[in-house]
């Protein structure tokens, strides 16, 4: 993690940590690094609901612009379509103004290169040298300062078409509901699942008024689409976050499906069509036991990455692999996007689950769930308060003290959020009571640190 740039973008409470003032230096280093060639750049900007958003717009929009890039403004719009939007408009950059799962009260900029991907950690390192050097800022005077453009409807058209595409099997036998968290999904859901080989499908927490993003709701609170689902006989809820780049599944019970059984149960799916590319599946150091149980007694192999669908997607691309994910519910389908796609995830498991002609609770009966606990601690200070604790002697005497007591019935993970303020404390064991006592324990530590 850079000073500004953590593991998605530039992030903090909004008006505070993340200012009018940053935003437009964030956007004035943006544009002179992706002008550097000496052209005008072209950047596209989109955002999700969030009250702040059009603030930091705002000032995004002027840094770009008096560094003499183009701007397209997308509106609200999913992350992942600002990233095929960048490629099919042919653009330098894209920006999306999301602090994606975290409450309203935050929000972030992330940025993705002309190619769809998030920028290199080298590319980042150049543009927070310029935050804090402005006067090493491109200020372009005359006819070479940047404009906003317009696109019209082209954009948002080209994004839902791409999304629909994915769907190869007949839905006419199947109803959904979908949640949109009060996020980005509440502009484009109804115009991607509307007569959509027959679905029929309802949609809740899609009334969004800058505030209640992500509020009980979306994938991060899953209690009110478990219940709806449950009580409304529906076959199956998707849920997803503030800037739709996650998915999680509800089954027909009611019972929440993670990112880790969606791998599993889709891993099968393109491996039996022959699809599958190297029958891998990229998953991170979260994933759960039971998850590597299964993918191992299936024929399927697992490389993991560091958690971050940065990070997933840097091992998909240096090995060749076309399926990769999160327990959190980002999934990404290398061959058709180039970051995690909510909507996307969505329709592909719909595929799945008409070809297979079972509920999703029968698809996920035999997939193995060991006992995990994850604890988040606030940590005051940023990130080199983190940085410090997770250095502490302390701090790992305890983590070697708790792993030498489960010996190999389990295990310890103690990572520092790339998004949020927070130290996550992660275990997992076949007994619940050591599994749920370990992860007490080390919290409580880092507490006191």
Request: charged share 25%; with cysteine.
């Amino acid at each position: 993690m850079g000073k500004y740039f953590g593991t998605d973008g530039v992030r903090g409470a909004a008006n505070v940590t993340l200012d009018a003032p940053l935003a437009f230096r964030v956007g004035q280093a943006a544009a002179t690094v992706f002008g550097g060639s000496g052209k005008r750049p072209l950047v596209v900007i989109g955002k999700d609901t969030r009250l702040s958003g059009d603030m930091l717009e705002a000032a995004l929009v002027a840094g770009l612009t008096s560094a003499g890039a183009d701007v397209v403004l997308l509106g609200v719009m999913p992350t992942p379509a600002v990233a095929l939007i960048t490629v099919s408009l042919g653009a330098d950059a894209g920006a999306v103004i999301s602090a994606s799962h975290n409450p309203f009260g935050d929000n972030g900029i992330k940025l993705f290169g002309p190619k769809g991907f998030k920028l290199p950690d080298a590319v980042e390192d150049g543009i927070e040298e310029i935050i804090d050097d402005p006067a090493r800022a491109a200020k372009k005077t005359g006819g070479e300062i940047g404009r906003i453009l317009d696109k019209g409807r082209a954009p948002f058209d080209t994004y839902v078409n791409h999304v629909r595409s994915m769907a190869k099997e007949d839905f006419s036998h199947l109803r959904v509901l979908l949640d949109c968290a009060n996020g980005a999904s509440s502009a484009t859901a109804e115009a991607v699942f509307s007569n959509l080989n027959g679905l029929t499908f309802d949609v809740i927490h899609h009334e969004p008024d800058g505030v209640n993003i992500n509020l009980a709701c979306g994938s991060t609170h899953m209690e009110d689409l478990c219940a709806k689902v449950l009580e409304g006989g529906y076959d199956l809820g998707f849920a997803f976050d503030g800037d739709a780049d996650r998915c999680l599944v509800v089954d027909e019970k009611g019972e929440i499906m993670d990112g880790d059984k969606y791998m599993a149960i889709c891993g099968c799916y393109l491996r039996d069509r022959g699809e599958l590319k190297n029958d891998t599946i990229v998953a991170t150091v979260m994933s759960n036991l039971g998850f590597h149980e299964y993918c191992r007694d299936h024929g399927l192999k697992v490389e993991c990455a560091p958690v971050g669908d940065r990070y997933v997607l840097e091992l998909m691309q240096k090995g060749g692999h076309c399926l990769g994910g999160e327990q959190s519910g980002h999934i990404i389908f290398l061959d058709d996007e180039t970051t995690g796609d909510g909507q996307v995830a969505a329709v592909w498991f719909l595929n799945v689950l008409a070809a297979a002609g079972k509920t999703v609770s029968q698809l996920t009966q035999d997939i193995p769930h060991y006992p995990q606990e994850l604890i988040n601690v606030r940590i005051e200070g940023g990130n080199a308060a983190k940085v410090a604790i997770m250095k502490s002697e302390a701090l790992q005497r305890k983590i070697r003290e708790e792993e030498a007591m489960m010996g190999d019935q389990g295990r310890i993970l103690i990572r520092p959020s790339g998004t949020e303020p927070l130290i996550r404390v992660m275990t997992e064991a076949k007994d619940e009571e050591l599994c749920h006592g370990a992860a007490q324990r080390i919290a409580d530590l880092v507490r006191s640190l």
